[in-house]
């Protein structure tokens, strides 16, 4: 079956590969960068450097603020579709035309990987294929108390992954998760992937 969409490395262009690059390197290195700063923002803190608590009062409030869930306008960002390019990204719809946009459905991406590039390539295209069928994530709490990386998450239209939550998105549209979670993150072996498989507690 052809791909409905599909991107191609060897056509893009240098300034979409060094964009890609770059970006890829800001969004996936942002955990060990926030934790180096807020290290030494916790150290010259105690050295009552105003500055460093500047710092770490602007974490703390980025940590809950702002709250916006899914923002078309970011998901269609020139950059995601750079990370596109550089991934020879396609799609393969095996269902087309049997969505129905006032149904729920629930998508399930695997493998997770250690850093979940399917899963934010796969917001960027979901518009294109399933016209006006409205899409939110599920991914690990642990995310929306980090800053930038809460800030991503939101505007990717994600939640915090909790039952009561899966269930909120359901009634209300349709939602996308990787039921691997983080415990998948690892699972890897001869270019094998292994499925993990857990029940999840009521939260």
Request: charged residues 20%; aromatic residues 16%.
């Given at each position: 079956?052809?791909?409905?969409?599909?991107?191609?490395?060897?056509?893009?262009?240098?300034?979409?590969?060094?964009?890609?690059?770059?970006?890829?390197?800001?969004?996936?290195?942002?955990?060990?960068?926030?934790?180096?700063?807020?290290?030494?923002?916790?150290?010259?803190?105690?050295?009552?450097?105003l500055?460093a608590?500047?710092?770490?009062?602007?974490?703390?409030?980025?940590?809950?603020?702002?709250?916006q869930?899914?923002?078309?306008?970011f998901?269609?960002?020139?950059?995601?579709r750079?990370?596109?390019?550089?991934?020879?990204?396609?799609?393969?719809?095996?269902?087309?035309g049997?969505?129905?946009g006032?149904?729920?459905?629930?998508?399930?991406?695997?493998p997770?990987?250690?850093?979940?590039?399917g899963f934010?390539?796969?917001?960027?295209i979901?518009?294109?294929?399933?016209?006006?069928?409205?899409?939110?994530?599920?991914?690990?709490?642990?995310?929306?108390?980090?800053?930038?990386?809460?800030?991503?998450?939101?505007w990717?239209?994600?939640?915090?992954?909790?039952?009561?939550?899966?269930?909120?998105?359901i009634?209300?549209?349709?939602v996308?998760?990787?039921?691997?979670?983080?415990?998948?993150?690892?699972?890897?072996?001869n270019?094998?992937?292994t499925?993990?498989?857990?029940?999840r507690?009521?939260?």
């Amino acid at each position: 079956m052809d791909p409905i969409i599909q991107y191609d490395a060897s056509k893009q262009s240098l300034f979409s590969k060094v964009t890609a690059l770059v970006t890829l390197f800001l969004v996936t290195g942002s955990f060990y960068v926030l934790f180096f700063v807020g290290m030494v923002s916790i150290y010259y803190a105690l050295k009552l450097q105003l500055w460093a608590f500047c710092v770490l009062v602007t974490f703390g409030i980025l940590s809950y603020y702002p709250n916006q869930i899914l923002w078309q306008d970011f998901i269609d960002c020139y950059i995601w579709r750079t990370w596109c390019e550089y991934f020879s990204f396609k799609v393969i719809n095996k269902a087309a035309g049997k969505f129905d946009g006032k149904k729920s459905y629930m998508f399930a991406e695997f493998p997770h990987g250690v850093f979940p590039l399917g899963f934010i390539l796969s917001a960027t295209i979901v518009q294109k294929i399933f016209p006006g069928l409205r899409v939110e994530g599920a991914t690990a709490s642990v995310l929306f108390r980090i800053p930038i990386l809460r800030q991503l998450s939101l505007w990717f239209g994600s939640r915090p992954a909790t039952t009561k939550n899966i269930h909120k998105l359901i009634d209300q549209g349709s939602v996308g998760l990787l039921p691997g979670g983080i415990a998948e993150v690892g699972k890897n072996e001869n270019r094998r992937r292994t499925e993990n498989k857990r029940t999840r507690e009521q939260e």
